[in-house]
């Protein structure tokens, strides 16, 4: 691991290419990195740019009191991950860069209605992880039996999957079959960002988009997540520490033999295991 023991570096990303959630997770690293060794952070360009939130491009910490070291320090893969830096770096206690990047959030009332009882289920639309030449082998979608256990055992009087698309994903046309009742919610990003940071009750999918938005909430209540105990999955999962909600509770999901991150080709055999996928074979561990 590096551990920087000095002041004043200058973290310098080129291009970032990343979407919604990969952008505000290389922000928050670079928050974080910048604030904890009072230094500076220069974005040269960023590929996307959205109505929802504008990314700053150069935020300085040093301090005049320090000797800045100027140390230029780039990353190839644009601080998507904390890795190889050490973890005391991205302390924050009080989590005043996580309330930076939701300060930056532009807040709207989403464009689906949403109750207080509303389980919102977040799933990828899957073009990106069934219909594409090269699919994502990162992606892969979580089993059925996963929603529908949360859904029989939690009661809730109204089900909302927020997704990108219908008719891809045959985990989200399963779902929809197995209950007429579920509402699915309007097709547009911004909208879908503030329903999760709106929604108390929340499934999030495997995704940083839906992870991320799940920590810069602070309206949850109950909040089900899929653990893969993958090292670079984990470290953008939420927990009650690293998110801005107080007072909710994680459940998160476990099992030993489903689809790993990294091993998705959505092969006939996979997507077959994904929508017969035993429950019985899928444990729960809440935490609060």
């Given at each position: 691991m590096i551990d920087l023991?000095?002041?004043?570096?200058i973290f310098r990303v080129g291009r970032i290419k990343?979407?919604?959630?990969?952008?505000?997770?290389?922000?928050?690293?670079?928050?974080?990195?910048?604030?904890?060794?009072?230094?500076?952070?220069?974005?040269k360009s960023i590929k996307y740019n959205y109505d929802l939130f504008k990314i700053p491009r150069s935020l300085d910490f040093r301090s005049n009191k320090n000797i800045n070291?100027?140390?230029?320090?780039?990353?190839d893969r644009l601080f998507l991950t904390k890795h190889p830096y050490s973890?005391?770096?991205?302390?924050?206690?009080?989590?005043?860069?996580?309330?930076y990047v939701h300060d930056l959030i532009n807040r709207q009332k989403p464009l689906t209605k949403l109750y207080d009882d509303t389980l919102v289920i977040n799933i990828r639309g899957g073009r990106d992880i069934f219909k594409?030449?090269?699919?994502?082998?990162?992606?892969?979608?979580?089993?059925?039996?996963?929603?529908?256990h949360i859904i029989k055992n939690c009661n809730h009087s109204d089900i909302l999957i927020v997704t990108d698309d219908?008719?891809?994903?045959?985990?989200?046309?399963?779902?929809?079959?197995?209950?007429?009742?579920?509402?699915?919610?309007?097709?547009?990003?911004?909208?879908?960002?503030?329903?999760?940071?709106?929604?108390k009750h929340l499934v999030t999918a495997r995704s940083t988009f839906?992870?991320?938005?799940?920590?810069?909430?602070?309206?949850?209540?109950?909040?089900?997540?899929?653990?893969?105990?993958?090292w670079k999955w984990d470290e953008w999962q939420p927990t009650i520490d690293n998110s801005l909600s107080k007072d909710f509770k994680?459940?998160?999901?476990?099992?030993?033999?489903?689809?790993?991150v990294g091993e998705w080709s959505a092969s006939r055999r996979q997507l077959k295991t994904m929508i017969n996928y035993p429950e019985k074979k899928l444990r729960f561990k809440e935490f609060q």
């Open positions: 023991n000095k002041k004043g570096y990343g979407r919604y959630g990969n952008l505000l997770i290389c922000l928050e690293n670079l928050l974080l990195l910048s604030k904890n060794t009072e230094s500076i952070f220069t974005i070291c100027g140390e230029v320090i780039e990353h973890i005391k770096l991205f302390v924050d206690p009080n989590k005043l860069c996580l309330n594409r030449t090269r699919i994502n082998k990162e992606y892969a979608q979580l089993p059925s039996s996963f929603y529908k219908v008719s891809y994903n045959p985990v989200i046309i399963d779902l929809l079959s197995w209950r007429s009742d579920i509402r699915v919610a309007d097709f547009d990003p911004s909208s879908h960002a503030n329903l999760i940071l709106n929604a839906s992870m991320m938005f799940a920590r810069l909430s602070k309206n949850l209540k109950s909040l089900y997540v899929w653990w893969d105990n993958n994680i459940t998160r999901c476990y099992t030993d033999d489903y689809i790993k």
